[in-house]
């Protein structure tokens, strides 16, 4: 069935998967990439929002930048929970 | 729709669709605006065009903006706070850099800051007399929501310091843990880190008063630096307005 080649575990293993996933979101949550994307979130929700007067936007890009900055902390707590 | 000439009155009626009902901060900022490039272009129109109830509807706009945005920066305060005495972790970092400092305090205060710059700016758009009772109203819901918002977070950060987060309180809390199967030495851990959190609300309370107070400040001092400008480009003769609102 063409569907089933949306699987991605049709394609790698499970362990594979599920590190591409814990790697995707140590790079976007962490170290010098998370500070990277958070800088950037932030100048663009200034930027949007009292230069292109969309508050909206903005509120967006504050959210997403605070998601980048605590998410870590939050992955780090939900790991130490789970084990 | 033609009539005759003779029988209709030299009287041309203002619709009351051309009234203007600021429903929104944008909306507001936009007709302050438009009135404000006619008053520079020589257009004087007396401050008693803006009726009471568009004066009232200009302060509710400034008011619920300015209650919303303070909202938001008031209950990420404990957050930027709880960065700084390291019991939150930023960038999952434990123990945080001076960025990592200055971008939690960045978060609590970007949207406040950004909304004063956008006041700002908007508050140095008037120059005659009708245009400056439009920014006066809308600041004043402004300050209004900025100091409503700053007392009720005052009153709720101490509330939940003394009354909810008090020593029986959090032990009980924590003791319902260990019906979810946790480790005593988790629990341990949650307690000790609720009880040193806990006072980072007073630290809140106090802080949220100081940001109010620059919140408040900066759009007024640019409507402060915007008057001696109209006073200069009035005596200068650039721009010609009514003598009676100054």
């Known amino acids: ?67 980048v900055a605590y998410g870590g902390g939050v992955m780090n707590m939900v790991r130490s929970f789970t084990g | 729709m033609s009539k005759d000439s003779n029988s209709s009155p030299d009287v041309m009626p203002v619709p009351q669709s051309n009234e203007i009902h600021p429903r929104g901060l944008l909306e507001a900022i936009s007709y302050i605006d438009q009135n404000f490039a006619n008053e520079l272009g020589g257009c004087i129109i007396k401050a008693r065009f803006l ?126 843990l260990y019906y979810a199967k946790t480790s005593p030495s988790t629990v341990a851990s949650i307690y000790y880190w609720v009880q040193g959190f806990k006072g980072i609300f007073l630290i809140s309370a106090y802080f949220v008063l100081v940001s109010t107070a620059v919140f408040i400040i900066i759009p007024i001092a640019a409507m402060l630096v915007a008057y001696f400008r109209n006073r200069k480009l009035i005596a200068a003769g650039v721009v010609h307005v009514d003598t009676d609102s100054f």
């Open chain 1, 1 to 67: 069935m063409p569907i089933e080649k949306l699987n991605p575990l049709h394609y790698m293993g499970q362990a594979e998967y599920t590190g591409f996933w814990q790697k995707l979101f140590a790079t976007m949550l962490y170290g010098f990439w998370g500070r990277f994307f958070f800088v950037a979130l932030v100048v663009s929700a200034f930027w949007v929002g009292v230069r292109q007067r969309n508050p909206t936007l903005a509120a967006i890009c504050l959210l997403l930048a605070a998601i």
């Open chain 2, 51 to 176: 009726t009471t109830k568009q004066r009232l509807e200009f302060m509710e706009v400034g008011f619920r903006s300015s209650f919303a945005s303070g909202i938001v920066s008031a209950l990420l305060t404990p957050v930027a706070i709880g960065v700084i005495e390291q019991y939150i972790p930023m960038f999952g970092d434990p123990s945080p850099t001076f960025f990592d400092k200055f971008s939690a305090f960045l978060l609590a205060l970007g949207f406040s800051l950004g909304y004063a710059i956008f006041m700002a700016k908007a508050s140095t758009c008037f120059i005659g007399e009708y245009t400056r009772a439009m920014v006066l109203n809308l600041l004043g819901g402004m300050v209004f929501g900025a100091i409503v918002k700053a007392v009720l977070a005052f009153i709720a950060f101490h509330f939940l310091y003394f009354k909810i987060f008090t020593d029986n309180n959090v032990l009980w809390a924590v003791s319902k």
